[in-house]
């Protein structure tokens, strides 16, 4: 089972890197485009849009490297891996687009008290090249966004991008027949304040994971509950319930059992329930179980069944 597992999560990754060089050509070669646009239009939006793009190639490459270091294999040393180098450049990836949005802020305000002459017209043919670019490689990353934080992370950058075209088309379309030039530094607000709360939510569930949170829809009393009605179980403790990375939650505890079931149907037998018990009910396959008899119940310390 748990062999069947990895296969899975490394043939997830093959995919995923496949798509994530696809969308760093498109990315990396539009940011370019993208900048010498807003050089030349002057336009704010335009020079956020450019500016995000070229952060997220470097976050693309972050969560390529990321994706190919989770596949080297776990170490006397690194027992679990390099699975978590995902989750790290997720964290990245949410710290930059952070940061981001108060530059997109600070600039945004200058340019609302004293605003600066746009070219509308070149804005809206290199906001047009930028839109339809994101929208090829949120095509590409749609289908794998789900599958893991780093995806995510790569996905959210590149929906902020696909906002920030669209903003930048609208502002241009209102500065070319209104002349109010003031829409270019509003449009780069708005691009801030979008990004802002998925950047958010990105940074909230890396943490998640590095402290070792309960995984997404698993409550431990609930997991505990179903562990007591197996055959024999008369106390579980030292339950713990984590993620490894994004994907691939783990649980280990110590479950007491009773003398004549350990006798009658042997540790083995035991330990097949309790794993099929957390896997069809919880989704757990990586699950670590310590069998104790209930006779032995007085050598446990103390804190252990606090």
Same mark, same amino acid.
Do not use: K
């Given at each position: 089972?748990?062999?069947?597992?990895?296969?899975?999560?490394?043939?997830?990754?093959?995919?995923?890197?496949?798509?994530?060089?696809?969308?760093?050509?498109?990315?990396?070669?539009?940011?370019?485009?993208?900048?010498?646009?807003?050089? +030349?239009? /002057?336009?704010?939006?335009? $020079? &956020?849009? =450019? *500016?995000?793009?070229?952060?997220?190639?470097? %976050?693309? !490459?972050? #969560?390529?490297?990321?994706?190919?270091?989770?596949?080297?294999?776990?170490?006397?040393?690194?027992?679990?891996?390099?699975?978590?180098?995902?989750?790290?450049?997720?964290?990245?990836?949410?710290?930059? +687009?952070? /940061?981001?949005?108060?530059? $997109? &802020?600070? =600039? *945004?305000?200058?340019?609302?008290?004293?605003? %600066?002459? !746009?070219? #509308?017209?070149?804005?809206?043919?290199?906001?047009?090249?930028?839109?339809?670019?994101?929208?090829?490689?949120?095509?590409?990353?749609?289908?794998?966004?789900?599958?893991?934080?780093?995806?995510?992370?790569?996905?959210?950058?590149?929906?902020?991008? &696909?906002?920030?075209?669209?903003?930048?088309?609208?502002?241009?379309?209102? !500065?070319?027949?209104?002349?109010?030039?003031?829409?270019?530094?509003?449009?780069?607000?708005?691009?801030?304040?979008?990004?802002?709360?998925?950047?958010?939510?990105?940074?909230?569930?890396?943490?998640?994971?590095?402290?070792?949170?309960?995984?997404?829809?698993?409550?431990?009393?609930?997991?505990?509950?179903?562990?007591?009605?197996?055959?024999?179980?008369?106390?579980?403790?030292?339950?713990?319930?984590?993620?490894?990375?994004?994907?691939?939650?783990?649980?280990?505890?110590?479950?007491?059992?009773?003398?004549?079931?350990?006798?009658?149907?042997?540790?083995?037998?035991?330990?097949?329930?309790?794993?099929?018990?957390?896997?069809?009910?919880?989704?757990?396959?990586?699950?670590?179980?310590?069998?104790?008899?209930?006779?032995?119940?007085?050598?446990?310390?103390?804190?252990?069944?606090?």
């Amino acid at each position: 089972m748990g062999a069947g597992h990895d296969h899975g999560h490394a043939a997830g990754r093959a995919t995923d890197r496949s798509r994530l060089w696809l969308v760093l050509l498109v990315t990396g070669g539009v940011a370019v485009v993208e900048l010498v646009g807003a050089l +030349l239009s /002057g336009s704010l939006a335009l $020079l &956020a849009d =450019a *500016g995000h793009m070229f952060t997220d190639t470097a %976050a693309i !490459v972050l #969560a390529l490297s990321a994706s190919y270091v989770a596949t080297l294999p776990a170490s006397p040393r690194r027992t679990f891996g390099y699975h978590r180098a995902e989750i790290l450049a997720a964290l990245i990836n949410a710290v930059v +687009l952070l /940061g981001v949005c108060g530059y $997109l &802020a600070v =600039a *945004g305000v200058r340019r609302l008290l004293d605003p %600066a002459p !746009v070219d #509308a017209g070149l804005m809206l043919v290199f906001a047009g090249v930028g839109l339809a670019a994101n929208l090829v490689s949120l095509g590409l990353l749609a289908a794998r966004q789900g599958e893991s934080l780093n995806m995510r992370g790569a996905f959210l950058e590149v929906l902020g991008d &696909a906002v920030g075209s669209v903003a930048a088309i609208v502002a241009g379309v209102v !500065v070319l027949t209104t002349g109010f030039e003031r829409a270019d530094s509003l449009a780069s607000l708005l691009i801030a304040v979008l990004i802002l709360p998925r950047a958010w939510s990105l940074l909230r569930d890396c943490v998640r994971v590095l402290l070792e949170s309960a995984p997404p829809g698993v409550e431990v009393e609930d997991v505990r509950h179903h562990l007591l009605h197996a055959g024999g179980v008369v106390d579980v403790h030292d339950l713990h319930a984590w993620l490894i990375t994004s994907g691939m939650p783990a649980l280990s505890a110590h479950v007491t059992v009773t003398d004549e079931a350990l006798a009658e149907r042997g540790v083995g037998a035991v330990l097949d329930d309790l794993a099929a018990c957390v896997h069809e009910h919880f989704g757990i396959e990586h699950a670590t179980f310590q069998v104790e008899p209930q006779s032995h119940r007085a050598h446990e310390p103390g804190e252990a069944h606090a």
